[in-house]
Structures are given as structure tokens and as C-alpha cells.
């Protein structure tokens, strides 16, 4: 026993998803997107020269471009070291009343780990048995609300309608929507930011602009709670995004078509593996993400985790209560998928 | 007023230091280094496409490049989006008795925005009339102890035994030593992580190694603190670090002669510029960092500063106690110190 052991914060520590090394393992465990990001950051060199200065701690370049990109003020946009960043100072900035945060019990993972590690109270509001977020659950007196739209690990995307009843069923709450996943199929919320004083939208280039290593997330609201949220980022780290991040990150932006169409070809996908899926006796729940939640019917889904695993193919399964016998696989390419599924024939097959 | 507003958390918003974009401006007011960082990473071209992927939570290319240059294990090192980023860790991590922590009066205006924002209680001890840390005044009661060596922006080094008798007497708390400037002609206190179990050891590229726009800083001590501040990094944010840093910041560490030829150069322009200082009527500190904190014998240093600025020369002043005499200046090329000095007698003869 060390006698500075009451000074230490201990937490339950997280544990990332892994990231393989071999590169004949198909990767479909994190969600990312297979296509890259847009190829005109390929040939862009670097003045490395410039590396040795401060980066903007506005991070203007990016802020500017976003702001643009989305037909907002630059005082309309926060950014980060990826959404998850984003999403902790947004925890840290506006869950301090003491009160319960409310939030689904079937959800992005890291929610209770940023409450239980910022010491905020939070409660998990059960989905509905289809998997739904129930609106009603948050009519209720609370410390703030998040959850991602479309909603992760079920891919099950809420209307905007929805959305704004809870909002506006919450005046005295800041309301987070995670829209990670959101330009898979999904209506955005982001307009409503302008109707209510307590909506703070959340945005990753992880996802749908394939810029996982880069660590880019964004929040967008109204200039007071974007202004609060840069008062805490400023005492916390006036320069998180790095040059490279600030320069590629606003590159990317302008290849509108190239967005468009990686994301229409990840949706084609999604939507013919799903069907596959269900040809071979998995239930999929309807999914607007860049991933899917399935279920087979007769082989538990640990079984089927392994299998895959042992083929090279990597997914991910969650050992929590009610999704047990899911798997969360990640949409990549059609011959990725194509081969997921002629391994999942034969494993379903073997296992009769 | 809003009806959210029980929920926000408020803090003092810290204002970082001014990123003037005319380049004509000699920008001596952030310490950065004037020599970029090693030209190997110049031709160096990175594979855009593999930036869809997350970079490895472990930053393991770092890590293990890190630990290898200072004999470490991979478990003793703990890197992060600069070194406020790890010692924003490190505060969230070990200071969490509810004792006041203790740092000095005048030292890196950092300190107490964390202090403030995570809700830790501290207490300045002043520094002696001659800017120096009286180590006496941390043999009490505390819940951590937090310097940087040399101090900022005051410059001065305390030798290793100082440090050593600091942490010896506090067996129950976590001592961090900051050593950004330790290259600039200090002698580092890192040997005693290995007779102690409370010293965490935190550094920076963005001074000797010129990558203040990369955002890397690092922290080392023994595995059991190592895994305590990972264990909390992982509960905020998995991924911090993105793969340019990982990558360029590896790169640049293999060029030992790079590195040495341009931190002597600073050390070299350095005395020169304090000799000169010193010729047209300022005291100087003595300096083992990448800056100078003086003061002017009989004009005052915000008259001076301001008279610098509109001769594009800026450099630092802090309107606080005790320092508000003093201007940092930091080091830059010989030319730009030279450029200073002529300016500076300039504006001392027109003051007489």
C-alpha cells in the first residue's frame, strides 16, 4: 500500500477497442470507414517548418470552414481532439448541478465513464424492447440528457420531431445529440439549435469523413453555450488541435462529392448485407449508421464472435445485459462483406 | 438569465497569448524555438489513406521511442496533446485528496486555472526576494506539489538535491516537476523515479524540439503512477494522441545531433542576448530556459513592452504582483536578438 493512495482518483478503467496490426484481419470491430479520406489531402505537403510555433488555439482554419460548410456563425462551433473530447467537455462543462443526467441504458459506452469519472450522478432510462428510446423517460426533473442519434450500438435512428419534444420538454436542461453516425441516412437536428437556448449538437470526422487517426469532433450550438464550452477548453488546454488536424481536417471539407459519394456506396452496402444477413437467420435491427446490430436465431452470438475471429474477422460483441447475443459489425466494403457473409454460411452451417 | 443556468460550470476564462499572422513580427512571447524541428520529417510523406483508421490508444510508436531514449520502460511513459494536456491529467489524477496542493506564487499561470476548474484547494508559497523556491515551505501537510524546474517565467533552476529533499519529505503526496526547459542547460531530476514512488517527471516538445504545433508532451515515472494517469486518459478520451504526432514525433527524436546543435545554439544566443541586456541597464535572471526574464533599471517594463509591440518585436508581460516590472523575452535567432537589442536602445535613449 503506498501512503499516497488518497490522493489518487480511481476509476474503472476503460478499455479500447482493439486495434489489430496484422493487416490480413478484416477490420469491422470500430466502426470506421473503409473509403479513406478524401484523396485530395494526398499529395498536400507539410511546411514542418511551421510545426515549430503554437497552433491557433481558436482553431480558425477549421472553426471558419465548418461554420461555412454548415451555415452557421463561427461562434456557433466548438472543436476537438475527436468527438469524444467534444462529448467530455461537454460533460464537464454542462452537467454540474448535482442532479441526475439522464441518458438510455443501451448506449455509446463511454457516458457513464465520463459521469463516474467526473463524479456527475446519471441514471439509464431502459430502451423500449425494440430496442427505442422511450421520450416520455426524460419528462423528468434531471442534470442534463445525451444520447447519439442514430443511437449506438442499435443503429436506430429518432425523428427530429422527437427530438425537439425533448428539448422543448426540458428548458432547464442542456440536451446533448450525439450525431456521430447522423449522415448515414439520418435527419440531422442541427436546426433546432436556433429555436431552443439548450441544444448542443455533437459531430466526429471519424465516421462518415473516414478521419479516425486525425482526431477531429466538433459541437455546434448557440454562441453562449459554444462560449462556455471554450471557457472550460481554455482551462483545460488552450492548443488541443494539433496542425495537421486543423490543416487536413478543413482540407477534407471542400471534396463535398467525395463525402457524398463514400457515403451513398456505405449505405448501398449496409442495406444488401443487411438483407443478406436476414437471409441467413439473423434479425437486424434497421440501422442508419455505418454499422449494424444482428442477432442470429438459433447460434449465440459469443459463438459467432469467436468464429469470426479465428477467420480473421473482426466485430464487436458487447457482454452486457439485453445485448448479449448481438453482434455490432461495421460496414466496409462489398467484398469485405461479401466475405463476412460466405463465412458466416459456413458457420452457421458447421454449427447445424 | 437562463433557466439552465444551476448547470453550467463557470471559470475564469483563461486568455491564451496572442498568434499575430504578420509575419513580419518577431514573436518572442511564447517561448516557441526558432529552429523548427529536425528537417528529417521534412520529405517525410504520410499515407493519408491510413487516417481513416483510429490511431493506437497505447501511442505505442511514441511510447516505446520515448522510453527507449531515456532507458525506460514503456510503462514508465505516458504521452499526451502537449504537456498541459498531461499535467491537466496529472492534477485530475493525483490530486484528488481534498488538501490543498502547493506550488509557488509566481511560476506557470497554468496551476491555478486547473486548480479552479477541477475544484482542487491549493496554496501559492512565495518565492524568496531573489525569485527562488524556499523548499521549506513544502514540508507541510499537502495534497500534492506541482513546479516547473527551471521555473517559469523566472528562469531559474534548482539543482537535483533541492528536488530530492522536496520529495523525500513528502512520502504521501505526488511531487510533478515540470521540466519543459530542462534542455536549455539543466540538470534533470529524472533518476529519482526510480528511488522514489511519488515523483512524476513531465515534459514537453514543444520547446527544445521545436513541435510546439504538434502537440506531444509526455510525463514518466513508475508503472503504478503511469497506469493511474492511463487508467483516467482512457476514461476521457482513448485516442488522443493523432497519428501525425505519433508518427513525426518519433520520427524527430532519432536526430540526437539536430536536437543538441539547436538547443546549444538557444543556450549560446542566449547568454549573448543577456550579456547585452544587461550593457543597456537591465537585471536579468539567470536563465537555464529558452527565454529571459528581466527588468529595465529605470523604465518600466509595460512602457517598454508597448513600445516593442509597435516596432513588431513582441514578447511577454504579466500584470501581477511582484513581476509587473519584468518583461519574458524569449530566445530566438541570433538576428532577432540583435534586432531586439538595437531597438531596445532606441527606445532607452529616447526615455531618458
Known sequence: MYSWMDKIRAVEPYVPGEQPKDSKIIKLNTNENPYGPSPRIKDMSLDTNMFRKYPDPRAGLLVDKLAEYHNLKPEQVFVGVGSDDVLAMCFMTFFNSGKKILFPDITYSFYDVWAEMLRIPYERKPLD?????????????????????????????????????????????????????????????????????????????????????????????????????????????????????????????????????????????????????????????????NFVFAAHKDIPAKEIFDKLKDRKIYVRYFNAPRIDNYLRITIGTDEEMDRVISELLQICSATK
Open 129 to 289: 424492447k425494440d430496442f427505442k428510446i422511450v421520450k416520455e423517460d426524460y419528462y423528468t426533473e434531471n442534470g442534463g440528457i445525451v444520447f447519439p442519434n442514430p443511437n449506438a450500438p442499435t443503429g436506430i435512428l429518432v425523428s427530429v420531431d422527437f427530438i425537439e419534444d425533448i428539448v422543448k420538454n426540458n428548458p432547464s436542461s442542456i440536451v446533448i445529440i450525439d450525431e456521430a453516425y447522423i449522415d448515414f441516412g439520418g435527419e440531422t437536428a442541427l436546426p433546432l439549435i436556433d429555436k431552443y437556448d439548450n441544444l448542443v449538437i455533437v459531430r466526429t470526422f471519424s465516421k462518415s469523413r473516414s478521419m479516425a487517426g486525425l482526431r477531429i469532433g466538433y459541437a455546434m450550438s448557440n454562441p453562449v453555450l459554444i462560449k462556455y464550452l471554450n471557457d472550460v477548453k481554455y482551462s483545460y488546454n488552450s492548443y488541443t488541435m494539433n496542425m495537421p488536424s486543423l490543416i487536413l481536417g478543413s482540407e477534407i471539407i471542400d471534396d463535398e462529392e467525395y463525402f457524398v459519394n463514400t457515403v451513398n456506396k456505405i449505405i448501398n452496402t449496409r442495406d444488401r448485407f443487411t438483407a443478406a444477413l436476414e437471409r441467413i437467420g439473423f434479425s437486424v435491427l434497421p440501422s442508419k449508421t
